[in-house]
């Protein structure tokens, strides 16, 4: 079973090691950096830079193997993990212990390493429950930055979940996973900048520069999080050509993005032909994206202010107009970072430098972002009720209950129904339908958790044991199907609390006892209750008749009425047993006076004779005389 604690742990003495060393001072406190080898059974240094990349073989989901790396970006690493549908179409890394921040992610996708796999998968990728990215057919092909998916990320309860969706074309392979820490006020756009929204990066271009690089080539801060740099060495049809510089740039490594210096000492310059630097790329349309151009004025040519002066428009919209480098960076040699947001409905992204003082525009480096709206989450008290049933009920791995139950909305866990609440802006589960499904165990009274529970059907599994009594506690239930499974005991009393209850299947189980008498009420308003097929239920019309039904007062009342009875019973018994005793004690004496007692006249007259034969006859004058 794909269980992450194992990850976790190791995530957490990790965590423990990075952090326990460090010890406070002026300096900046470094970034958190964590990098996993997928698959690897031994931690592994990659050259040049001797960078780590921490094992991953305790986690227990997918399958380790030797792996390809699809593109000479991929860090060098000879394993991956991949994710076979039979073990469910969601995988996730919860990789725990991740202080609170901002991060950049990045997931290096691999190849299996054997001729008949299918070599290429597609499937799409979430990051905290946000799709961000589906792999595009030919991915594999192409020797650039396809070969992973980068994006700056807020994570805020500790945890980072990054998930694999399967969509039916081969099964995810993942090379290589880096979180790599950012300042929290990083690419920071304006209102809107935080968890609501995950920027994915869709080109990052170094212009002029002749090599792709991360930023750990650069040299870069550790807090620019080892961004990568592709190359752009022009934007085509000889209308531009490079241009660099070997001065020290100012302002450049500053937070909160902390740029490489290097990016600024190159960059593209148009020519006398073609004044206007025009950059086209495609696009996924409807989407809003957050641009960010780098410039810095290395040409030698250019002194001071006034005298290179541009507009730059998107898609044909002006959005800086005048823009002197000189002057808005303070002098030459002097890095200038400016950032647009742009509504994108078309499929390509045009961006223009037109120069209106000085005949050439010129730009060091592009950073173009889709800005994705990040999802609100499932209710973590609904998540926590549907683990535990995952691992009470032994839920087959093809259901895929991995990450969040809800979002990517493209992706729910099947069987969970999602809805979303309004008030606590969360998703909630209104139904549960998880029959058929060879479930077994006992059904955890945690159900009750997912309070929104409209419809629940189980019908037609081995779930045994006795029916929760906390199910009478999810105040909207209309329908609880537990047909055919081996429940036994009897139907828990607080049912009856179900005011809303329209079907209640309760037929082929073991269930004994009484049904509930507010059951059996409800049935007079239109409910659909069945009951059959359980040996020992009774109650109502339909079943067997119970047994004689005692409430604990008429218990009681008949233990004391049949003490009472003994009691009644027992001092009969003794008057009985007295008198019997006198009567032949009378009889005796009788025998003994027999000549003074033939007759009663006699007798009376005897009495009066002595005292005791007086106290004898007074004793005896009731039987004597009935
Ligand atoms: C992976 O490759 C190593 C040698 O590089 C080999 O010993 C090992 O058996 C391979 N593992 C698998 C699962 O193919
Ligand atoms: C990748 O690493 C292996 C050893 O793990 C080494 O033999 C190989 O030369 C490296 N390849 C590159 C391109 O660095
Ligand atoms: C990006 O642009 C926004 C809006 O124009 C601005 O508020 C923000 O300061 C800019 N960010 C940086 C890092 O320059
Ligand atoms: C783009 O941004 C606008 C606000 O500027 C917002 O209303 C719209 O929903 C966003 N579109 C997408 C696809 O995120
Ligand atoms: C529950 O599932 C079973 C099997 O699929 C189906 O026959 C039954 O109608 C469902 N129950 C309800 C109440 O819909
Ligand atoms: C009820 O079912 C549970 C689980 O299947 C079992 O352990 C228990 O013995 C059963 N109780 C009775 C009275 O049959
Ligand atoms: C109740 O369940 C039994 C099978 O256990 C079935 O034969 C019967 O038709 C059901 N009754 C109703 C009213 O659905």
């Given at each position: ?66 792996g390809t790396r699809p ?197 593209l310059i148009s020519t ?292 009472m009875s003994f009691l ?59």
């Amino acid at each position: 079973m794909p269980s992450l604690r194992d990850l976790i742990l190791f995530a957490s003495c990790l965590f423990f090691l990075l952090f326990s060393s460090f010890k406070p001072s002026f300096s900046r406190v470094a970034p958190f950096v964590m990098r996993i080898s997928c698959g690897a059974r031994n931690d592994v240094h990659t050259a040049p830079t001797n960078t780590l990349w921490y094992k991953d073989f305790a986690y227990t989901g997918g399958i380790p193997t030797n792996g390809t790396r699809p593109s000479y970006l991929t860090p060098n690493l000879s394993t991956i993990r991949y994710f076979p549908l039979s073990d469910g179409p969601e995988n996730c890394y919860n990789i725990n212990r991740v202080p609170q921040g901002h991060y950049n992610l990045r997931i290096f996708f691999g190849l299996v390493a054997e001729s008949n796999f299918n070599n290429e998968p597609l499937f799409d990728v979430s990051i905290e429950g946000t799709l961000v990215y589906s792999l595009p057919s030919g991915w594999s092909n192409h020797d650039d930055e396809q070969a992973f998916v980068e994006a700056l990320v807020f994570l805020e309860d500790g945890v980072a979940s990054l998930c694999f969706h399967s969509t039916g074309h081969g099964d995810p392979a993942i090379m290589a996973i880096e979180i790599l820490q950012v300042d929290n006020r990083a690419y920071y756009f304006g209102p809107g900048h935080g968890q609501g929204t995950i920027l994915r990066t869709v080109k990052r271009y170094s212009c002029g520069a002749e090599n792709q690089k991360f930023g750990v080539d650069y040299s870069a801060d550790r807090w620019g999080g080892d961004r990568f740099w592709d190359s752009l060495t022009s934007l085509g049809q000889s209308s531009d050509s490079t241009i660099s510089t070997a001065s020290s740039i100012k302002l450049a490594s500053v937070w909160p993005n902390f740029y490489p210096e290097a990016l600024y000492q190159t960059a593209l310059i148009s020519t006398d032909s073609q004044p206007d630097l025009v950059y086209t790329m495609d696009i996924d349309p409807n989407s809003n994206y957050s641009i960010w151009l780098h410039f810095a004025e290395i040409d030698p040519s250019v002194k001071g202010v006034g005298e290179r002066v541009f507009d730059i428009s998107i898609n044909g919209d002006l959005v800086f107009r005048d823009v002197d480098i000189v002057k808005l960076a303070g002098n030459v040699n002097s890095a200038l970072v400016l950032n647009t947001t742009v509504v994108v409905s078309g499929r390509s992204l045009t961006i223009t430098l037109h120069p209106t003082k000085g005949n050439h525009a010129i730009i060091c480096a592009i950073e173009i972002f889709d800005m994705v709206p990040a999802e609100s989450k499932t209710l973590l008290d609904e998540v926590r009720a549907l683990q535990s049933l995952k691992s009470a009920l032994g839920l087959p791995l093809r259901l895929g209950w991995n990450g969040d139950p809800c979002v990517p909305q493209q992706h729910p866990w099947s069987g969970a129904d999602c809805q979303f609440d309004r008030t606590s802006n969360r998703w909630i589960i209104d139904g549960l339908d998880l029959d058929n499904q060879g479930l077994r165990g006992l059904l955890p009274s945690d159900i009750s958790k997912l309070q929104h529970l409209q419809s629940i059907n189980l019908s037609g599994n081995s779930i045994g044991g006795l029916i929760p009594s906390s199910l009478g506690t999810i105040p909207s239930l209309e329908v609880l199907d537990l047909s055919y499974n081996f429940f036994n005991g009897s139907i828990p009393e607080s049912l009856g609390q179900l005011t809303s209850l329209q079907i209640l299947n309760l037929n082929g189980n073991s269930l004994s006892g009484r049904v509930p008498a507010a059951l059996g009420g409800r049935l007079l308003h239109r409910a659909s209750f069945n009951f059959t097929d359980n040996a020992g239920l009774c109650g109502i019309p339909g079943l067997r008749k119970c047994g004689p039904h005692l409430s604990a007062g008429a218990k009681i009342g008949i233990g004391l009425g049949v003490c009472m009875s003994f009691l009644l019973i027992a001092t009969c018994l003794t008057c009985w047993w007295k008198r019997r005793q006198n009567i032949l004690r009378a009889q005796r004496i009788a025998a003994r006076d027999a000549p003074y007692a033939k007759a009663r006249t006699h007798f009376n007259r005897d009495v009066q004779m002595t005292l005791q034969h007086a106290r004898t006859a007074a004793e005896n004058r009731p039987s004597l005389l009935s």
